[in-house]
């Protein structure tokens, strides 16, 4: 009999190539989308769960509000890994991560030519005893125990050292430090919250130890089994009173209860690990995560494209079925029992599903590649063969295919013979023609929202790579690892700064992009009190930086080499005036606090006041910022004016090697790295947009074939129609319109959903756009012309039929 049903099966499908066609590519695209959109919210998900301990390691956050100035950190002052250990049974184990930044990096005895190696990070020796980071050389208990000791991973072991055993030899960073290599891990998994090739043992780090008001660590603990995080919290409070609160006073003359009464405040609480990549929102992260907001939203579209090509399968079988009607009549009148008709319609939906499967993985392999550079990943399809997804995959073509072959085949077996045989009219009834009413409205007010949703961001994006950010971060360019110049810094400077197309150049310690940077507390002169404290950045800049960056000044001046004194001088922005109180902020002076055990302290006279402008993400507010003259070779800067960046460029790389050969040059331009701060934005927008072309598609598949049934079930309609003398225009009008209708209802329910869910997306941003009512209006109009030429192919087909095939049969 199974036989029987796949011969007729596979004959009908090969009769009917182009519904075939349509129901397959429909439905295998619909599951190609689940299933990309399946592997990226997997990956998500897994980030460090490789971990053993994964459940039971957390990260210690800090929040702090000081001096107007409020922080939700990653970080946490040194002592307090070490002191929970000791004075909480509770907590099994400790580590402390330091991340120190890009260094060059070089075999010692080897080549004189660096490499530049991002995120070295100095860590306990417990790193290893925390997180699940397996050795292929040396021993993880002992590796980072001794000073001057580095584990490498394996990619910076073969850089380094090729085929050569790099255990016991040394490796020198920045020139300088001598570091032995103790271990080589494995290359850390893609899915951890932070990467590094480089260990280095804490002991060696440079680091003002034991302050409990500065907070510069990652810290992560293991608690023991069965203890709840939540009722550990309360510790932290015991912590403040021991051990923070004197060093506070110390240094503010101030009680914890005294600076809270004030407006200040700390807080540490834990956070689960496996929650860092996409719930934490805290600053100073490792590296820039994830969002769970987006794998909601992707899981959520995941979920309807599938439910919309579903939708449509059944919808285009339901459309073919009135042109078997006849076929099952004549099978009735041979003999045929109903579950024989409705094993043959369920086994051709089946078929079809499995087709379509099929299809859906060959997509999946192709447009992997291309999905991995949208989304900045690195997945494979290994995880569609795993004992969670397979057996859905497995599964998925079956349901599908009873869901879908399900109303076709017993609507279909339940014709009367002699009703069908003599050409009485076949009635799918009010009811199933509701639900499929109902459907398109669902697909359509789907297709509205993603269509709303990437408008939205797209616009956010442009607003944020547009806005007027108070600097000009256009044609700066920056020379990366530019401490590797050391008393050279300013020859190179000059010697660039006198090329043709360069108009000025600046050494720095910050650029108006996110880093690791702290706060300082500042008081006005001779007020030392907490209530008068300001929490603010410290800048140290050259003579040129203002020039160079294009900031504008709106109070005072610019440092100049005319005034000796500008040396204990300072500018602050607009934002530092204002929390300080400063009606006239020209003359005034502020004390900063440079140590907080010495109690040494500097006095500034504040010279000028700059505009404020935007230094960290437009998710933040703009906050007190100061600069200082110094000399912090972190990066030196350049403004071009040139049609010809590349050859400029690679004359500035000319003058770095003839000043440092064998180090590498290194350079972005300031626009780029400003953009990279919203990739995230720009890759959940192309992916929104993909995703909503594709559900447009798809529903329009699907009003296809329901446009193709209306036809089907009105033909004689207008065949009389015709005959009474209605014209093309007039049936192209009569079968549009339900559909319009439905459209225009889809558009009416998906309006407030979409407005209601892309105000909560923008709440992310304090600088941000109103969403406009055209994006919907647009969005409205796109879906209804989608619609309407869908719709209008079907209806011009029917129209165009000749009323006598229409009739003959009356």
Same mark, same amino acid.
Request: aromatic residues 10%.
């Given at each position: 009999?199974?036989?029987?049903?796949?011969?007729?099966?596979?004959? #009908?499908?090969?009769?009917?190539?182009?519904?075939?066609?349509?129901?397959?590519?429909?439905?295998?695209? %619909?599951?190609?989308?689940?299933?990309?959109?399946?592997?990226?919210?997997?990956?998500?998900?897994?980030?460090?769960?490789?971990?053993?301990?994964?459940? /039971?390691?957390?990260?210690? #956050?800090?929040?702090?509000?000081? +001096?107007?100035?409020?922080?939700?950190?990653?970080?946490?002052?040194?002592?307090?890994?070490?002191?929970?250990?000791? &004075?909480? $049974?509770?907590?099994?184990?400790?580590?402390?991560?330091?991340?120190?930044?890009?260094?060059?990096?070089?075999?010692?005895? %080897?080549?004189?030519?660096?490499?530049?190696?991002?995120?070295?990070?100095?860590?306990?020796?417990?790193?290893?005893?925390?997180?699940?980071?397996?050795?292929?050389?040396?021993?993880?208990?002992?590796?980072?125990?001794?000073?001057?000791?580095?584990?490498?991973?394996?990619?910076?072991?073969?850089?380094?050292?090729?085929?050569?055993?790099?255990?016991?030899?040394?490796?020198?960073?920045?020139?300088? @430090?001598? !570091?032995?290599?103790?271990?080589?891990?494995?290359?850390?998994?893609?899915?951890?919250?932070?990467?590094?090739?480089? !260990?280095?043992?804490?002991?060696?780090?440079? =680091?003002?130890?034991? @302050?409990?008001?500065?907070?510069?660590?990652?810290?992560?603990?293991?608690?023991?089994?069965?203890?709840?995080?939540?009722?550990?919290?309360?510790?932290?409070?015991?912590?403040?009173?021991?051990?923070?609160?004197?060093?506070?006073?110390?240094?503010?003359?101030?009680?914890?209860?005294?600076?809270?009464?004030?407006?200040?405040?700390?807080?540490?609480?834990?956070?689960?690990?496996?929650?860092?990549?996409?719930?934490?929102?805290?600053?100073?992260?490792?590296?820039?995560? %994830?969002?769970?907001?987006?794998?909601?939203?992707?899981?959520?579209?995941?979920?309807?494209?599938?439910?919309?090509?579903?939708?449509? !399968?059944?919808?285009?079988?339901?459309?073919? *079925?009135?042109?078997?009607?006849?076929?099952?009549?004549?099978?009735?009148?041979?003999?045929?029992? /109903?579950?024989?008709?409705?094993?043959?319609?369920?086994?051709?939906?089946?078929?079809?599903?499995?087709?379509?499967?099929?299809?859906?993985?060959?997509?999946?392999?192709?447009?992997?590649?291309?999905?991995?550079?949208?989304?900045?990943?690195?997945?494979?399809?290994?995880?569609?063969?795993?004992?969670?997804?397979?057996?859905?995959?497995?599964?998925?073509?079956?349901?599908?295919?009873?869901?879908?072959?399900?109303?076709?085949? !017993?609507?279909?077996?339940?014709?009367?013979?002699? *009703?069908?045989?003599?050409?009485?009219?076949?009635?799918?009834? *009010?009811?199933?023609?509701?639900?499929?009413?109902?459907?398109?409205?669902?697909?359509?007010?789907?297709?509205?929202?993603?269509?709303?949703?990437?408008?939205?961001?797209?616009?956010?994006?442009? =607003?944020?790579?547009?806005?007027?950010?108070?600097? &000009?971060?256009?044609?700066?360019?920056?020379?990366?690892?530019?401490?590797?110049?050391?008393?050279?810094? @300013?020859?190179?400077? #000059?010697?660039?700064?006198?090329?043709?197309?360069?108009?000025?150049?600046?050494?720095?310690?910050?650029?108006?992009?996110?880093s690791e940077r702290s706060n300082f507390p500042f008081f006005p002169e001779?007020?030392?009190?907490?209530?008068?404290?300001?929490?603010?950045?410290?800048?140290?800049?050259?003579?040129?930086?203002v020039k160079t960056l294009g900031i504008e000044l709106v109070q005072g001046?610019?440092?100049?080499?005319?005034?000796?004194?500008?040396?204990?001088?300072?500018?602050?922005?607009?934002?530092?005036?204002?929390?300080f109180g400063f009606r006239d902020p020209i003359g005034k002076r502020v004390?900063?606090?440079?140590?907080?055990?010495?109690?040494?302290?500097?006095?500034?006279?504040?010279? +000028?006041?700059?505009?404020?402008?935007?230094?960290? *993400?437009? /998710?933040?507010?703009?906050?007190?910022?100061?600069?200082?003259?110094?000399?912090?070779?972190? %990066?030196?800067?350049?403004?071009?004016?040139?049609? #010809?960046?590349?050859?400029?460029?690679?004359?500035?790389?000319?003058?770095?090697?003839?000043?440092? $050969?064998?180090?590498?040059?290194?350079?972005?331009?300031?626009?780029?790295?400003?953009?990279?701060?919203?990739?995230?934005?720009?890759?959940?927008?192309?992916?929104?947009?993909?995703?909503?072309?594709?559900?447009?598609?798809?529903?329009?598949?699907?009003?296809?074939?329901?446009?193709?049934?209306?036809?089907?079930?009105?033909?004689?309609?207008?065949?009389?129609?015709?005959?009474?003398?209605?014209?093309?225009?007039?049936?192209?009008?009569?079968?549009?319109?339900?559909?319009?209708?439905?459209?225009?209802?889809?558009?009416?329910?998906?309006?407030?959903?979409?407005?209601?869910?892309?105000?909560?997306?923008?709440?992310?941003?304090?600088?941000?756009?109103?969403?406009?009512?055209?994006?919907?209006?647009?969005? +409205?109009?796109?879906?209804?012309?989608?619609?309407?030429?869908?719709?209008?192919? @079907?209806?011009?087909?029917?129209?165009?039929?000749?009323?006598?095939?229409?009739?003959?049969?009356?």
């Amino acid at each position: 009999m199974l036989i029987n049903y796949l011969k007729v099966t596979l004959r #009908n499908l090969r009769k009917q190539r182009g519904f075939t066609f349509i129901n397959v590519f429909g439905l295998a695209t %619909g599951l190609a989308c689940c299933l990309l959109i399946t592997l990226y919210v997997a990956d998500e998900l897994s980030y460090d769960r490789y971990n053993e301990n994964a459940d /039971r390691i957390y990260r210690i #956050n800090g929040d702090v509000k000081f +001096g107007g100035s409020e922080s939700q950190g990653a970080q946490t002052p040194d002592p307090m890994g070490p002191t929970l250990l000791k &004075d909480y $049974p509770q907590v099994e184990n400790y580590t402390r991560l330091l991340k120190r930044g890009t260094w060059l990096v070089r075999r010692a005895g %080897g080549p004189a030519e660096n490499t530049s190696e991002p995120n070295i990070i100095f860590a306990d020796s417990t790193v290893f005893s925390v997180f699940t980071l397996p050795f292929v050389a040396g021993d993880a208990k002992t590796a980072l125990k001794e000073p001057n000791t580095v584990v490498i991973s394996e990619s910076a072991a073969r850089r380094h050292f090729g085929p050569a055993n790099p255990i016991g030899q040394t490796l020198l960073f920045d020139n300088q @430090q001598a !570091f032995k290599v103790t271990g080589v891990m494995r290359d850390m998994p893609a899915n951890s919250h932070f990467h590094t090739d480089f !260990f280095l043992t804490m002991r060696s780090a440079y =680091y003002n130890w034991g @302050q409990w008001l500065e907070h510069n660590l990652h810290t992560y603990i293991v608690l023991r089994e069965g203890v709840d995080p939540k009722a550990f919290d309360a510790n932290f409070e015991t912590i403040l009173q021991k051990y923070s609160g004197p060093q506070a006073y110390q240094f503010l003359g101030a009680s914890l209860d005294q600076l809270r009464k004030a407006g200040n405040s700390i807080r540490y609480w834990l956070m689960p690990l496996t929650d860092i990549h996409l719930r934490s929102h805290q600053t100073f992260e490792l590296e820039p995560g %994830g969002d769970i907001q987006y794998v909601y939203i992707f899981s959520a579209v995941a979920l309807f494209i599938l439910l919309i090509a579903c939708i449509n !399968f059944m919808n285009l079988a339901t459309a073919r *079925s009135a042109m078997r009607a006849k076929e099952v009549g004549v099978r009735k009148a041979l003999g045929s029992m /109903r579950q024989q008709l409705v094993g043959q319609f369920m086994t051709e939906s089946i078929v079809l599903a499995l087709l379509a499967t099929g299809l859906a993985l060959l997509m999946v392999v192709v447009a992997l590649p291309l999905f991995n550079q949208l989304a900045a990943k690195t997945l494979t399809t290994d995880v569609l063969f795993s004992p969670r997804i397979l057996p859905v995959l497995l599964l998925l073509p079956l349901i599908v295919g009873v869901l879908a072959g399900s109303y076709p085949a !017993f609507f279909l077996s339940s014709f009367r013979p002699v *009703s069908v045989l003599k050409g009485g009219k076949l009635n799918a009834g *009010s009811q199933s023609g509701n639900l499929r009413s109902s459907l398109v409205v669902f697909q359509f007010a789907m297709s509205v929202i993603l269509i709303t949703g990437t408008l939205v961001i797209y616009r956010q994006v442009h =607003y944020i790579q547009t806005k007027k950010l108070g600097f &000009d971060r256009e044609q700066i360019l920056t020379v990366t690892g530019s401490h590797s110049l050391e008393k050279e810094i @300013q020859t190179f400077k #000059n010697e660039v700064t006198r090329m043709p197309g360069v108009v000025s150049g600046t050494v720095s310690g910050y650029l108006p992009v996110p880093s690791e940077r702290s706060n300082f507390p500042f008081f006005p002169e001779g007020q030392l009190d907490s209530k008068k404290a300001v929490s603010m950045q410290d800048w140290t800049i050259d003579y040129d930086y203002v020039k160079t960056l294009g900031i504008e000044l709106v109070q005072g001046r610019d440092f100049s080499r005319q005034f000796g004194t500008d040396s204990s001088a300072m500018l602050i922005n607009e934002s530092a005036a204002k929390l300080f109180g400063f009606r006239d902020p020209i003359g005034k002076r502020v004390t900063a606090m440079l140590d907080l055990t010495a109690h040494s302290q500097r006095v500034y006279t504040i010279i +000028g006041v700059v505009k404020n402008f935007h230094y960290e *993400s437009m /998710r933040e507010n703009i906050g007190a910022l100061a600069f200082t003259l110094g000399s912090q070779p972190t %990066g030196v800067s350049f403004r071009l004016n040139t049609q #010809n960046s590349p050859e400029l460029v690679r004359q500035i790389e000319a003058k770095w090697k003839s000043l440092v $050969p064998g180090q590498p040059f290194s350079y972005r331009f300031l626009d780029d790295s400003f953009d990279a701060m919203y990739r995230t934005e720009q890759r959940v927008g192309t992916l929104a947009l993909t995703f909503a072309g594709l559900t447009i598609l798809i529903a329009c598949l699907g009003l296809f074939g329901l446009a193709a049934f209306m036809a089907e079930q009105r033909t004689k309609e207008i065949g009389v129609r015709k005959v009474l003398g209605a014209s093309v225009t007039n049936i192209i009008g009569l079968l549009s319109k339900d559909f319009l209708k439905l459209v225009l209802i889809a558009i009416l329910i998906a309006t407030p959903i979409a407005w209601y869910a892309m105000n909560r997306w923008l709440q992310d941003f304090a600088y941000r756009i109103d969403v406009p009512w055209w994006v919907f209006a647009l969005s +409205g109009t796109v879906a209804v012309l989608i619609a309407f030429l869908t719709v209008s192919f @079907q209806s011009i087909k029917a129209a165009l039929v000749n009323p006598v095939k229409s009739l003959k049969s009356e």
